[in-house]
T-cell receptor, first 116, second 111 residues
């Protein structure tokens, strides 16, 4: 099956700094990728849809200036958490659709962000 | 937007018993309904899925049913085993691949 990777797998940063998370489709091209956030013992909440070659589409309540998304190529999307605060500490997961008219999503392994 | 409700939030069964988790969705445009198993700190793992043109699908001990009219879909696990213990999420997805997840069910299978 298709493989999606994320880097880093975990990161600890100081409050006020920015953190970049990469999501790569390793053996297929993804014109669209999705970014989710999951707080402890909660569900996955869609943050935004990353579109190759165009602006990301953000879900209601997600600050686009705080969560910068760049879909630079058909295999790479990045999420940058700017001016991170402790409340941004969460598990961030990306996914990419399998394409070819199918709905199946391939998830990355997730990135655990801890903001001190 | 889409709204997915999942019940129960916790479920405890004896090994060998069946477990049923139910979800409802609101957007009639949703046409793909996956079920995921997630272990702590890991990515969701697809265990079974169903598309809107199918009413039921089975894979060994796992089955999913879909009632499009009522906008209900359910996960059935038979002959549960301790290793089935995990958090299970349902989701409703549109053609574009955008998924809305239920709140999750923590399943505990007691030996």
């Amino acid at each position: 099956g298709a493989v999606v990777s994320q880097h880093p797998s975990w990161v600890i940063c100081k409050s006020g700094t920015s953190v970049k998370i990469e999501c790569r489709s390793l053996d297929f091209q993804a014109t669209t990728m999705f970014w989710y956030r999951q707080f402890p013992k909660q569900s996955l909440m869609l943050m935004a849809t990353s579109n190759e070659g165009s602006k990301a589409t953000y879900e209601q309540g997600v600050e686009k200036d705080k969560f910068l998304i760049n879909h630079a190529s058909l295999t790479l999307s990045t999420l940058t958490v700017t001016s991170a605060h402790p409340e941004d500490s969460s598990f961030y997961i990306c996914s990419a659709p399998s394409g070819q008219g199918r709905n199946e999503q391939f998830f990355g392994p997730g990135t655990r962000l801890t903001v001190l | 937007g889409e709204n997915v409700e999942q019940h129960p939030s916790t479920l405890s069964v004896q090994e060998g018993d069946s477990a049923v988790i139910k979800c409802t969705y609101s957007d009639s445009a949703s046409n793909y309904f996956p079920w995921y198993k997630q272990e702590l700190g890991k990515r969701p793992q697809l265990i079974i899925d169903i598309r809107s043109n199918v009413g039921e699908k089975k894979d060994q001990r796992i089955a999913v049913t879909l009632n499009k009219t009522a906008k209900h879909f359910s996960l059935h696990i038979t002959e549960t085993q301790p290793e089935d213990s995990a958090v299970y999420f349902c989701a409703a997805s549109t053609q574009a691949g955008k998924s809305t997840f239920g709140d999750g069910t923590t399943l505990t299978v007691k030996p």
